[in-house]
């Protein structure tokens, strides 16, 4: 019932920036949280950034200062900027939302969008 399409993803060399996008669409649910999580090769999914519906940012560790996540209500859109790149930063990148009716809601997944840092 929600659909999330992320687009931004490419190539960039380790030190350089690239800016993620996930639109949103939904028939009648309500978004709630909005986050970003990614799946290196050959590893399971993890945590990237999350963020409320009142625009309150949670990050992991190993991006925290780099990776800045925000969102736009108005658009149904969440955003991830990031700097300073590493190759270890080179994954599929997945947008989620949370949505539902009430306090009972269901977690959402895009389809990705692979991000790789390389010189």
């Known amino acids: 019932q929600v659909q999330l399409v992320e687009s931004g993803g490419g190539l960039v060399q380790p030190g350089g920036s690239l800016g993620l996008s996930c639109a ?6 309500s978004i709630y949280d909005m986050g970003w999580y990614r799946q290196p090769p050959g ?11 009142s625009g309150s940012p949670n990050y992991a560790d ?3 200062g780099r990776f800045t996540i925000s969102r736009d ?4 859109t969440v955003y991830l900027q990031m ?8 994954a599929v990148y997945v947008c989620n939302a949370r949505a539902g009716i009430s306090e009972a809601s269901l977690v959402f997944w ?10």
């Open 110 to 119: 895009g389809h990705g969008t692979q991000v790789t840092v390389s010189s």
């Open 24 to 29: 949103a669409s939904s028939s009648f649910l």
């Open 43 to 53: 590893k399971q999914r993890e945590l990237v950034a999350v963020i409320t519906s």
């Open 83 to 90: 700097n300073s790149l590493k190759p270890e930063d080179t």
């Open 62 to 64: 190993s991006v925290k």
């Open 73 to 76: 209500n108005a658009k149904n």
